[in-house]
C-alpha cells in the first residue's frame, strides 16, 4: 500500500471517528438531566463539529503543495 492510500484511509477513519464523537455528545446532552453537563456536551460536540468542517478542505488534497 503506499502513502497516499494510506493517508487517505487514515483521515477517513479519522472523520468517522469525529462524527461519532459528535452523535454521542449530542446524545449525552439530550439524555442529560444536569443544566452544567449539557453545556458542557453542547460546547464539546460544537468544538468536535468545527474541528471536523476545519478538517475537511485539506481531505482532498487540494492544498498540498508538490515540490
Known sequence: ???DSQRR???DGTLSLLGV???AMNLAKEVSS???AKAVFGSVGVLLTMIQVCSLPF?????????
Open 59 to 67: 481531505s482532498d488534497d487540494v492544498f498540498r503543495v508538490h515540490v
Open 9 to 11: 484511509k487514515r483521515r
Open 34 to 36: 444536569i443544566a452544567p
Open 1 to 3: 500500500m503506499d502513502a
Open 21 to 23: 464523537a459528535i452523535e
